[in-house]
């Protein structure tokens, strides 16, 4: 199930980031510092009740401006986001400046969108300036909350509210062994032409156009008797219709897409290789714990000799190291070259998925490991492994019992993850391993 999201608009300097920070720094349900990861920090999960949504800040999007009479184009970009992304929007406001033309412009946009709107009067620091959020009224969303992000004043109480607008938990309408796949990847890189391509017909609109295809669109498929949802993720909007850097935004729609999947595959265009747009989706992908597949789509367009694959191969390998578990398919969607195989692999990294090891089998591999390379001591202080036990799948996530946590170095943890992958493979997913120390402490 997709989370939630939730969105904070507003005009500059009214402290929407500073209240971004203050909820997910306080309320944190993130994944560590992965090394070799690169995370985009407009986004980051949070959990509140627990209910666990995403906040998107759009302060931290870099826009094209332009001067204008009428409400620059960047708010009117960030606030035309958050009406047709989140599910619930945060309108941030100055409490110390009071109403600004550009609140009311804002507030025009939200308040037509039909989508729920709180409103949150920042830099409310004391008791003394509560008198200041009445006036915050006359911009018709209903009522005011003051909070002061800067203080953390009042938040638990805005959250309170963000969390009665999120929609219902459900449980999934798929079958268990349907496995969900999100076709990710920059506009224009083919994503809509594979799906027609494995589907064998038109059921997506194709065009050139970067940026056409508006809403993912999920597409239920069978092959050898697996059963598929295949959701294709698009970019924002046509070019044509606002004058931004476009691809930037598409990761909205494909955080969204990521929730819901159980495996991603990532498009990548031949003639462009890795970009950075790329890097920030499928990390994103990696920290949720998803099987991923590459797909090297156009492969066609490129002059090859006997070498071009391996070449192409460890291009992306060293571009993004984190995903060198990922399986890589260089294929054509006009072509339909190696098209077919798209099932197969996304069906292998699902069973890597769920692959299950006995503890005794872990014990041996830890045994072996430890006598071929020792836990290395810190500070004169001897780290200890004392067994460890797989606890779940999907991602698979392994619990190494240890004296303590914070003397095993996360090198030493990563040859454990390779010793593990070199045994028993565990293609195209992500392996996770949590130390849990005689006290019961957790690391991840």
């Given at each position: 199930?997709?989370?939630?999201?939730?969105?904070?608009?507003?005009?500059?300097?009214?402290?929407?980031?500073?209240?971004?920070?203050?909820?997910?720094?306080?309320?944190i349900?993130?994944?560590?510092?992965?090394?070799?990861?690169?995370?985009?920090?407009?986004?980051?999960?949070?959990?509140?009740?627990?209910?666990?949504?995403?906040?998107?800040?759009?302060?931290?999007?870099?826009?094209?401006?332009?001067?204008?009479?009428?409400?620059?184009?960047?708010?009117?970009?960030?606030?035309?986001?958050?009406?047709?992304?989140?599910?619930?929007?945060?309108?941030?406001?100055?409490?110390?400046?009071?109403?600004?033309?550009?609140?009311?412009?804002?507030?025009?946009?939200?308040?037509?969108?039909?989508?729920?709107?709180?409103?949150?009067?920042?830099?409310?620091?004391?008791?003394?300036?509560?008198?200041?959020?009445?006036?915050?009224?006359?911009?018709?969303?209903?009522?005011?909350?003051?909070?002061?992000?800067?203080?953390?004043?009042?938040?638990?109480?805005?959250?309170?509210?963000?969390?009665?607008?999120?929609?219902?938990?459900?449980?999934?309408?798929?079958?268990?062994?349907?496995?969900?796949?999100?076709?990710?990847?920059?506009?224009?890189?083919?994503?809509?032409?594979?799906?027609?391509?494995?589907?064998?017909?038109?059921?997506?609109?194709?065009?050139?156009?970067?940026?056409?295809?508006r809403?993912?669109?999920?597409?239920?498929?069978?092959h050898?008797?697996?059963?598929?949802?295949?959701?294709?993720?698009?970019?924002?909007?046509?070019?044509?219709?606002?004058?931004?850097?476009?691809?930037?935004?598409?990761?909205?729609?494909?955080?969204?897409?990521?929730?819901?999947?159980?495996?991603?595959?990532?498009?990548?265009d031949?003639?462009?290789?890795?970009?950075?747009?790329?890097?920030?989706?499928?990390?994103?992908?990696?920290?949720?714990?998803?099987?991923?597949?590459?797909?090297?789509?156009?492969?066609?367009?490129?002059?090859?000799d006997?070498?071009?694959?391996?070449?192409?191969?460890?291009?992306?390998?060293?571009?993004?190291?984190?995903?060198r578990?990922?399986?890589?398919?260089?294929?054509?969607?006009?072509?339909?070259?190696?098209v077919?195989?798209?099932?197969?692999?996304?069906?292998?990294?699902?069973?890597?998925?769920?692959?299950?090891?006995s503890?005794?089998?872990?014990?041996?591999?830890?045994?072996?490991?430890?006598?071929?390379?020792?836990?290395?001591?810190?500070?004169g202080?001897?780290?200890?492994?004392?067994?460890?036990?797989?606890?779940?799948?999907?991602?698979?996530?392994?619990?190494?019992?240890?004296?303590?946590?914070?003397?095993?170095?996360?090198?030493?943890?990563?040859?454990?993850?390779?010793?593990?992958?070199?045994?028993?493979?565990?293609?195209?997913?992500?392996?996770?391993?949590?130390?849990?120390?005689?006290?019961?402490?957790?690391?991840?």
């Amino acid at each position: 199930m997709s989370k939630p999201l939730v969105a904070v608009v507003g005009r500059p300097n009214v402290g929407k980031s500073t209240l971004f920070n203050a909820i997910v720094n306080k309320r944190i349900s993130i994944v560590e510092d992965i090394p070799g990861v690169t995370r985009d920090r407009i986004y980051f999960d949070a959990e509140w009740l627990q209910r666990e949504f995403t906040m998107i800040d759009t302060g931290g999007i870099e826009f094209v401006t332009a001067e204008s009479h009428e409400i620059p184009k960047m708010m009117r970009f960030q606030a035309q986001l958050a009406i047709e992304e989140a599910d619930v929007i945060l309108f941030v406001v100055d409490g110390k400046q009071g109403i600004t033309i550009a609140d009311e412009e804002v507030a025009n946009l939200l308040r037509a969108s039909g989508k729920p709107v709180i409103l949150v009067v920042n830099k409310i620091d004391s008791i003394n300036q509560e008198a200041n959020i009445y006036e915050f009224y006359n911009l018709g969303i209903g009522d005011p909350i003051g909070v002061s992000a800067k203080n953390l004043m009042n938040l638990g109480d805005l959250l309170d509210d963000v969390v009665k607008h999120f929609p219902p938990q459900s449980a999934s309408e798929e079958d268990e062994d349907t496995i969900h796949v999100a076709l990710i990847g920059r506009p224009n890189v083919g994503k809509s032409s594979l799906t027609n391509a494995l589907l064998g017909q038109e059921r997506v609109i194709v065009s050139d156009v970067a940026g056409t295809t508006r809403d993912s669109i999920d597409t239920h498929w069978s092959h050898d008797g697996q059963d598929f949802v295949l959701i294709d993720t698009a970019g924002m909007r046509r070019k044509s219709r606002i004058d931004v850097p476009v691809e930037r935004y598409s990761i909205v729609r494909s955080l969204r897409a990521i929730d819901r999947s159980d495996i991603v595959v990532l498009v990548l265009d031949a003639t462009d290789g890795v970009t950075e747009q790329d890097k920030k989706i499928v990390g994103y992908a990696h920290e949720s714990g998803k099987g991923l597949v590459i797909v090297v789509n156009k492969w066609d367009l490129i002059e090859k000799d006997d070498k071009t694959t391996l070449r192409f191969t460890e291009d992306i390998y060293d571009e993004m190291a984190f995903l060198r578990y990922a399986p890589i398919l260089f294929a054509s969607a006009l072509t339909k070259q190696r098209v077919h195989r798209l099932a197969e692999l996304i069906k292998y990294v699902s069973e890597q998925q769920h692959m299950r090891i006995s503890t005794s089998v872990l014990n041996q591999l830890l045994s072996d490991a430890q006598t071929v390379n020792p836990v290395p001591s810190r500070g004169g202080r001897i780290p200890k492994i004392y067994y460890m036990t797989q606890a779940s799948v999907k991602p698979p996530t392994f619990i190494l019992f240890v004296n303590e946590p914070e003397l095993i170095h996360f090198s030493y943890v990563r040859f454990l993850e390779n010793r593990l992958r070199e045994s028993f493979g565990f293609e195209g997913t992500p392996i996770r391993l949590v130390l849990r120390g005689k006290k019961g402490t957790d690391e991840e």
